[in-house]
């Protein structure tokens, strides 16, 4: 019998074969274009981010191309190997620095203070309770006074994760799935679970709800994903 695959030689398949759709795109995701706007229109400073688990790094290309410079935080390595690649090929690899790094280990940012912290789909791959609050630790350790953090997940109301839930974890809005194809296991969260694990030190400025019909592994399921941008509480902030 085979050994089991650890989760990154799960996910280094996964690139190569380009299986779910943030694996292969190019574009960044909307998530990420809405609250770069969101937080331009109000003014907030955008110098410094964070791309927690980057994968190919659309959304950190996008990122440096606005300017802003960026720590792209991934444990895979052939991902990071192609985020350094299309960084080069497009000039920007004077603002991105591509780390092969697990997130739920202190975040290599070395002082500077951060603005904006984006996690699209990484999140809720993190499937043990104790990784996720120490990745908590390590955001608020990294985000500044004013800074904010979005995160976008696949719900608890997914239509291609959603088929593989039990209705009584579904009900304690954190149902854990694997997905069948890839072996990967995942957490779908419900929006108020987002929001009560990342309250008190982080606070939701605005929301988007998506729900639409997306092609994964060759058919199309109707998903539904949340981005929530919070920004920090200066309430609950210790420098
Ligand atoms: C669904 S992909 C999303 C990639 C990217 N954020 C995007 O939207 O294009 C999830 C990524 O999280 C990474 N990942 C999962 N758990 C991680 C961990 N503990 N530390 C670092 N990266 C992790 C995987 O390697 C994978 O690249």
């Not at 400073?45 to 791309?51: E, M, T």
């Not at 699209?120 to 904010?148: A, M």
Request: aromatic share 10%.
């Amino acid at each position: 019998m085979s050994e089991p695959r650890s989760p990154t030689e799960l996910w280094a398949a996964e690139y190569q074969a380009g299986g779910v759709p943030s694996s292969v795109r190019i574009a960044p995701s909307g998530a990420v274009v809405w609250a770069v706007g969101a937080l331009q229109r109000r003014n907030f400073p955008l110098r410094i981010a964070v791309d927690v688990g980057c994968g190919r790094g659309r959304n950190s290309l996008f990122l440096a191309a606005m300017g802003l410079r960026v720590t792209a935080l991934d444990f895979t390595a052939n991902a990071i190997a192609a985020l350094t690649q299309e960084a080069k090929k497009r000039r920007l690899d004077d603002k991105i620095r591509a780390v092969v790094h697990d997130v739920v280990e202190p975040w290599p940012i070395g002082g500077q203070d951060v603005d904006l912290v984006i996690d699209t789909f990484c999140f809720k791959h993190i499937t043990q309770r104790e990784w996720r609050q120490g990745y908590k630790q390590h955001l608020l350790d990294v985000l500044s006074v004013r800074g904010h953090y979005l995160i976008s997940f696949a719900s608890v109301g997914d239509g291609y994760y959603g088929r593989y839930t039990q209705p009584t974890d579904v009900a304690s809005g954190a149902a854990m799935v694997v997905d069948p194809v890839n072996g990967i296991p995942s957490v779908l969260f419900s929006r108020e679970a987002i929001v009560k694990f990342f309250a008190p030190e982080l606070v939701l400025l605005d929301e988007l709800k998506n729900n639409k019909p997306v092609v994964i592994h060759g058919a199309t399921y109707e998903r539904e994903t949340y981005a929530l941008l919070f920004r920090r509480s200066p309430r609950h902030f210790v420098s």
